[in-house]
């Protein structure tokens, strides 16, 4: 009998179904934002500020009367694209890394290892923050702040799975054969390091972001108008008690989208067996 696609199998469980709906409903949601918003996320209104929800505005207005349901759909293709994009490049320039410190060893992966852990030591909202303030406010530098911060975690997994993985029967058997290191490395040990490191990197695209919202809560993120869910709780915040639907649902749309994120990658940890294979590791 054929076993399933480790996907399929996430899939087939209770939590990572839900999970998974969740996230394509919210993918589908930002990628279609510019047609499923009712009203421009930049379209303002003064007669109608901190409106609560109603039958045309189904989430609410905030304080310049723009619609709180089209900016939180909007909200996501910001949010999303920047967390995804900048865990996208961590993971691949951690696998290019790690690979090559696990493969080689020497100086190169004693020099690479040592600025890892140097950055490892510090949590990443710190690093962020100071590569933000270097960079300056904006997308690009968010997303290039976020990229970095979680460039250690992926270098480290990857050197981990290939320093395990080299010493395998095939691969010494791949070396004897005069295959050259290229080979050894794209052909071999990467695609076979490379599920841990995805589930990985999925459970980090959560809290990158949680940290793509603290970034703009704090206005580093997205400048106006560009909706950002963590921009959003910001201006919401001095309308707690006037209007609170202007913080609180774009807060629980990150924490929603964070907590189905680490579900389905759980669902995809136990229909991959990744624990018992790092155990084993």
């Given at each position: 009998?054929?076993?399933?696609?480790?996907?399929?199998?996430?899939?087939?469980?209770?939590?990572?179904?839900?999970?998974?709906?969740?996230?394509?409903?919210?993918?589908?949601?930002?990628?279609?934002a510019?047609?499923?918003?009712?009203y421009?996320?930049?379209?303002?209104e003064l007669?109608?500020?901190?409106?609560p929800?109603?039958?045309?505005h189904?989430l609410?207005?905030?304080e310049?009367?723009?619609?709180?349901?089209?900016?939180?759909?909007?909200?996501?293709?910001?949010?999303?694209?920047v967390?995804v994009?900048?865990?996208?490049?961590?993971v691949?320039?951690?696998?290019?890394?790690?690979?090559a410190?696990?493969?080689f060893?020497?100086?190169?992966?004693?020099?690479?290892?040592?600025?890892?852990?140097l950055?490892?030591?510090?949590p990443?909202?710190?690093?962020?923050?100071i590569?933000?303030?270097i960079?300056?406010?904006?997308?690009?530098?968010?997303?290039?702040?976020?990229?970095?911060a979680?460039?250690?975690?992926f270098?480290?997994?990857?050197?981990?799975?290939?320093?395990?993985?080299?010493?395998?029967?095939?691969?010494?058997?791949?070396?004897?054969l005069?295959?050259?290191?290229?080979?050894?490395l794209?052909?071999?040990?990467?695609?076979?390091?490379?599920?841990p490191?995805l589930?990985?990197?999925?459970?980090?695209?959560?809290d990158?972001?949680?940290?793509e919202?603290?970034?703009?809560?704090?206005g580093?993120?997205?400048?106006?108008?560009?909706?950002?869910w963590?921009?959003?709780m910001?201006a919401?915040?001095?309308?707690?008690?006037i209007a609170?639907?202007?913080?609180?649902?774009?807060?629980?749309?990150v924490?929603?989208?964070?907590?189905?994120l680490?579900?389905?990658?759980?669902?995809?940890i136990?229909?991959?067996?990744?624990?018992?294979?790092?155990?084993?590791?």
């Amino acid at each position: 009998m054929t076993r399933r696609p480790a996907l399929l199998s996430a899939l087939s469980t209770v939590k990572g179904g839900i999970a998974g709906l969740y996230l394509m409903l919210l993918v589908a949601g930002a990628v279609f934002a510019p047609w499923l918003a009712p009203y421009p996320y930049d379209q303002q209104e003064l007669s109608i500020v901190n409106q609560p929800p109603s039958a045309e505005h189904l989430l609410g207005t905030d304080e310049l009367g723009r619609d709180v349901l089209s900016r939180i759909l909007n909200g996501a293709r910001t949010s999303l694209s920047v967390s995804v994009t900048a865990i996208g490049v961590s993971v691949l320039l951690g696998l290019v890394l790690g690979a090559a410190c696990g493969y080689f060893g020497g100086a190169f992966d004693r020099a690479v290892m040592v600025a890892v852990d140097l950055t490892w030591s510090f949590p990443e909202i710190l690093i962020a923050l100071i590569l933000v303030a270097i960079i300056g406010p904006g997308l690009q530098g968010v997303l290039l702040a976020i990229a970095i911060a979680y460039l250690a975690q992926f270098t480290r997994l990857t050197r981990t799975q290939v320093l395990s993985l080299k010493s395998e029967t095939y691969v010494e058997a791949t070396v004897n054969l005069g295959a050259g290191h290229a080979h050894v490395l794209f052909a071999h040990l990467l695609p076979n390091a490379l599920a841990p490191v995805l589930v990985a990197a999925m459970l980090a695209t959560g809290d990158a972001i949680i940290l793509e919202a603290t970034l703009g809560f704090f206005g580093l993120g997205a400048q106006p108008p560009t909706p950002s869910w963590g921009a959003m709780m910001s201006a919401g915040s001095a309308q707690l008690f006037i209007a609170p639907w202007v913080i609180l649902l774009p807060g629980l749309a990150v924490a929603l989208t964070v907590v189905f994120l680490n579900l389905f990658g759980d669902a995809l940890i136990a229909a991959l067996d990744i624990r018992t294979r790092l155990r084993e590791a």
